[in-house]
């Protein structure tokens, strides 16, 4: 659901409901690929021992407005998948959603708090104290504006793994490429680590979000947002977005690793865990690290050629469209 900035400011006025498909777990693949088709910035798929046995619950978030005019859209999607499939739509209260667009959000050494200006007020007073020997970097992002506000277990993910590879690295990674960059929030944690870093989506909406955010957390100058990636390598490349833009982009983003660096993708259930691996495996680069959270993970690789080695043939960088906080077709954001 691509909202322009005034929509995200209002969601009590707006509403939104809550979009359930229930599938087989055999199923959830393709159950996964309507709520992008219908619009969605971000899809939640329960499973394993938060779903029911034996099945999937694939939610996603759009308008009110859309109402049964949704629900008839989502079931002519469905397709052959209608008589293993339950469909449901439930009102969310704006209340909640206030509440939770209002609270900081801490991930490894950052806290991610809302900018959400005069529309909504303060945020909550009596914020915990941060424990005794421990400062975070605060960003400031404006919920709503795209996919990537720190919530979402695998843009939490993502900021630990780039933390990480700030760390584990002799050099840290001094360039960074963000392919699907939304809010601009995975740019900005690695243009706060110091690096420079190109943010891109073919969403003009995000780009513009992402550009704002830049601006506001002094970052302008270290971040630059683009349409589609410089054909240069980087010493990290990091997407954040779906399974099926993921495969079909590996070879790309590969090929946009420095040799020595580093590949940090998330976006991935589980259960895909093995076949994101072989792909990116096949497209020339070295498993080195996972991590989980919530049935979601994020993938570390490594560039096994030698600093200065530029054998791999550079594949032509377009992005298909698809993923969070883009375009999300094949699958029909997820900062």
């Known amino acids: 659901m691509n909202r322009s900035s005034d929509d995200a400011r209002t969601p009590g006025d707006r509403g939104l409901l809550r979009l359930e498909i229930d599938v087989p777990a055999a199923l959830a693949g393709a159950a996964e690929a309507i709520p992008w088709r219908l619009g969605a910035q971000g899809v939640m798929t329960r499973d394993g021992a938060d779903a029911p046995p034996g099945r999937a619950v694939i939610c996603a978030w759009l308008p009110a407005a859309e109402g049964e005019a949704l629900r008839a859209r989502a079931a002519g999607l469905l397709g052959p998948l209608t008589a293993h499939a339950r469909l449901r739509l439930v009102p969310e209260d704006p209340r909640g959603w206030q509440a939770t667009l209002q609270r900081a959000i801490r991930v490894g050494g950052f806290v991610v708090e809302p900018d959400l ?42 900021i630990e793994g780039i933390e990480a590879c700030f760390a584990a690295v002799d050099a840290a990674p001094a360039t960074v490429l963000d392919v699907g960059t939304g809010t601009g929030l ?26 704002r ?123």
């Open 213 to 335: 955010h830049a601006r506001r957390n002094g970052l302008a100058h270290r971040v630059r947002i683009a349409a589609t990636p410089p054909p240069t390598p980087f010493d990290l490349v990091v997407a954040n977005l779906y399974l099926d833009p993921l495969v079909a982009l590996a070879p790309t983003l590969a090929a946009r690793v420095a040799p020595g660096g580093r590949c940090l993708i998330s976006g991935i259930a589980r259960r895909h865990r093995a076949r994101i691996e072989r792909v990116f495996v096949g497209a020339g680069l070295r498993p080195i690290a996972c991590a989980e959270r919530e049935g979601w993970i994020a993938l570390t690789f490594a560039d096994p050629r030698p600093v200065g080695d530029r054998t791999r043939a550079d594949a032509s960088v377009s992005r298909t469209p698809g993923g969070r906080a883009a375009d999300p077709s094949p699958q029909g954001e997820l900062d």
């Open 186 to 211: 995975l740019a900005l944690v690695a243009a706060t680590l110091g690096a420079r870093v190109v943010g891109t989506d073919i969403d003009p909406l995000a780009r513009h979000a992402a550009e």
């Open 117 to 158: 200006g005069a529309d909504f007020g303060p945020g909550p007073p009596g914020e915990p104290p941060e424990p005794s020997g421990l400062e975070r970097r605060r960003l400031h992002i404006e919920p709503g504006s795209a996919f990537g506000d720190g919530a979402h277990p695998t843009t939490a993910l993502c």
